[in-house]
């Protein structure tokens, strides 16, 4: 693929900003998002949603434009045709059934009724609700909507996959199911976009994060490089080792070490270092010394890490 | 429209047209369209336990008078608001707007199939309540006299023009009921504007009485009003310049267009924020 045509298949926010009345909800947000699994993080009212529904056309940027590949959401012909929404609304037409809800949006697409059909048994086995998919949605429990919504947002085959809080309301079972059904659809080459607010999952999730605080994006990317633009907070890297003191003592010779605190079993220690690159650079030749290294690992290159330092740890990343 | 869109739409009113008639909100709309059948009905069973049946022509033109006054401008009017109102006010206070416009149709096809289902309901309820009432009203008449009036008196044709003139007023009210819906969150105060509107309708000047659903349907009533009404009922139903009913049907449907086409413009501008409802 060219690097045009590459380009053509992100989605972009140029200059966005809504404001609800007086009220902003994002303000001058500018992003180019690749394929793969990209969450949205951020604080309650740090505008996910509205950076959602913007994306998806429900609601209209008060400046600036989205785009889908280039397609706008006012021409939703083309526009959802690329694009599935599981949105964080828990309410869907009255008096249907889980069958009813999919094959009726199929309908809406264009398909014939056996395609619909089809296509509907195929997405709602897909997020196993087979045995429910003629009871009435009204008598679902919540992890059961929430399928029911995944499966309405994936039954035309979009290229790219909106998820307002998708996870919510899953036991830890289908939870996992469902992770792992994002991770084949990005591997793919789909586009998934969601929001949530269990960190450790969107570390385990994501290939690049959008971390949101009142309106504004204050980083995008992929968590270990947005964690080393973050200067003011040195990284912090675990090191398993048999002769932790002696590492500490070498290791204090660098100027970018900030700190090095030997461990309580004393089988390692946490260093506080200002240049990763250099520390670990240095740690190689630390280790030809026979000092025992068993394990390197980084500390505070994770979401909940980087979300602290960007965000606050004071505010709940909802 | 493209064959998909067509099918699109269809797809709308299949969704739509069990919502329009068997809606639970919409309950109190049946009890609209019997209010002048039972009246009737009544009536009738007055006049058979009397054992005198009254004047036919009386009856006539107490049914026209009734038809315009309290039928088209009151119970076809307040049932299209309960029905065209709800169609898209309906979705956002069940918060389930989203499910159409996150589907690849467009807007104005969804506007389509709604207000089809929704005209369809309003004809349905509406010109069935025009024909009930119309045999309630002469049931105790002997029937040579009302094979008499309807095949060799006009009598079909009138009811004919009964009931077109209710299916016309169902399209009048639906469609401007259908855009006041999705610009207003309160039916009650377009609702309240339009019934002031279409009942000064008499009053106003020649060019504004155009701009009016009942203006049209005052030209194609098939029979004069009661001469005993009060004058200022009278300044209410009688077109002092009648139109040819061509024209008149034409500016039914011109408005009815218009209207849509102006609910179509401001549905493309719609956003969903149930939040602030």
Known sequence: MTDNASY?????????????????GVNRVTLSIPPGITSLVGPNGSGKTTLMNLMTGLIRPTRGSVRVFGISSSDPERFFREVGYCTQFDTFPRGMTGYQFVYSFLRLYGCT?????????????????????????????KGMRQRIKLAQATCHGPSVLVLDEPLNGLDPLVRAETIALFKVLAEDGMHVILSSHVLHEVDAISDQVIMLSNGYVVAEGQIRSVRSEIREHPMQIVV??????????????????????????????????????????????????????????????DANSVYEYLIGSEETAR | MTTTQISQALAVFRLEWKKSFFARRGLWIYLLALMPIVLYGGHSIIQIK??????????TTIFATVFQVFYLRLLVFFGCVGIFMNLFRGEVLDRSLHFYFLAPVRREIVLAGKFAAGLTAAIAVFCTSTIMQFAALYAHFDSSLMREYLFHNNGLAHLGSYVAVTALACLGYGSVFAAAGIRYRNPIIPAAVIVVWEAANGFLPAVLQKFSIIYYLKSLCPLEISPDVPKFLELLVVNPEPMAPFLAVTGVLAMSLLLLLAGSWRLQRTEINYAAE
Not at chain 1, 246 to 257: D, I, R, S, T
Request: charged residues 30%.
């Open chain 1, 240 to 301: 398993r080792c048999r002769k932790p003191a002696e590492v500490a003592a070498k290791l204090f010779e660098q100027e970018q070490v900030v700190e090095a605190r030997v461990h309580g079993d004393g089988r390692g220690l946490l260093v506080k270092t200002r240049d990763a690159d250099s520390f670990y650079r240095l740690l190689n030749k630390i280790a030809l010394n026979g000092v025992g290294i068993e394990a390197v690992a980084p500390a505070d290159d």
């Open chain 2, 50 to 59: 009397i054992g005198r049946p009254c004047d036919f022509g009386m009856d």
């Open chain 1, 8 to 24: 053509s298949r992100r989605i972009s926010f140029d200059d966005v900003s809504k404001f609800y009345g007086d009220v902003l």
């Open chain 1, 113 to 141: 009724a056996l395609e619909a059909d089809e296509l509907t048994w195929r997405s709602i086995e897909r997020v196993n609700l087979v045995e429910a998919a003629h009871r009435k949605i009204a008598a679902y429990s």
